[in-house]
């Protein structure tokens, strides 16, 4: 139900007169307003009511207002609700335990930040004090975040009005559907990819690489599922030449591929993991560092020049408590696996045989691209002003998408029930059928 009285137009208009938002030119913005949500679904204030399987920015992983989050970060509230970072809390330790706990061997502490950005920005800085060396490895098709190193270690577009970090090189990561390596077949792309991992490596001199920073799956940048032993091979090129492995699991992580860890499935263990959204849900802003034991005892005698006035906020530890403990209690990591693999991604895979505009369906778990070409042969992206007009079409059909470039990605929260799939793929299959290029 609306939740003020006030209509989309009303409060869509007083929220733009007085919020300068994200990544937008200010003038002509029109926000839809959300009023309110509880699990898969939200409502605005004209009382239309949406899926959402954008889980906002690839957050709401247990959907919105889980009873258990809300009673979680209640309970903290009235308990202390604010302590700065260089106290004991034991919450914030709890937290960190329960994330520790699906953390492969060897991962000993975690250094909480305010989200996403701010820990992969402490991962790197940490890699440049235990290696004494400087420049980051990532990947073009990539987003670390919004702050110094992390916006200019991001791949897309976003980095290049804000590059003044120093010491960020770029290579291409394997992404067979539009390879930058001629491959035609999963083994080729992931053999040339780490062949030019390597080469850039050895081009740039080893000696002055602190880090590889990778998305386990590019998120934001097409959802682009490694292929088997891609990130094995990154990590025995970081062994040969001294290099640390930043795996970052800010939209993969906490159950998105139906995993805990999207790098679970390939058989690699990174010496840092960045997390963020999914970790509670977003429902307080927070993200961190997890340590491996070598990482971490670097520190025992050197100052960590590192801190946030936020670093373990209660309420963030609280969130995550909660959000952990519901995780393992309502099997929603297994739930997201048996989903992608037996409904959504069957179901999509349907769309993709039935609708031209798809060229490519691709993903795992409840993380899914679906390319949108204007030809199928020559793969040409369908232009983003109609990728626009399709993205409020499907709103209008009561759903709310992630849309970004020339892709729809379908990411609704990991304990989306079967019925809502099914209502969702409708509603793609609808759009897609009324769709005119
Ligand atoms: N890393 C990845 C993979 C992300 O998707 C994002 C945000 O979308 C970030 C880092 C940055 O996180 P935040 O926006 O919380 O700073």
Redesign the pocket.
Known sequence: TPSDGRSNAEVGADDASVVFHSWSKQGGLKPLPLAGGRGTEVWDHDGNHYLDFSTQ??FTNMGHQHPKIIAGITEQLNTLATVAPAHGNATRAEAARLILKRAPEGFEKVFFTA??????ENAIRMARLVTGRDKVLSRYR??????GA?IVATGDWRRIPNEYATGHVHFFGPFLYRSEFWASSPEEECARALHHLERTVQAEGPESIAAVLL?SVP??AGIMVPPPGYLSGVRAICDRYGITLIL?E???GFGRTGEWFAFDAHDVRPDLI?F??GVNSGYV?V?GVIISSEIAHAFDDRVFPGGLTYSGHPLAAGSIVATQRAMAEEGAVENAKRIGADVLGPGLAELGAKHDVIGEVRGTGVFWALELVADRETREPLPATTVARLKSDIIGRGLLPFATDNRIHVVPPINVSDDEVARALAIYDEAFTAFRP
């Open positions: 920015l690839v989200g996403g950005a701010d820990a992969n990539s987003y670390h975040g919004n702050t992390a998305e998120g934001t970052d800010v939209m993969a960045t963020a959204k802003p993200g």
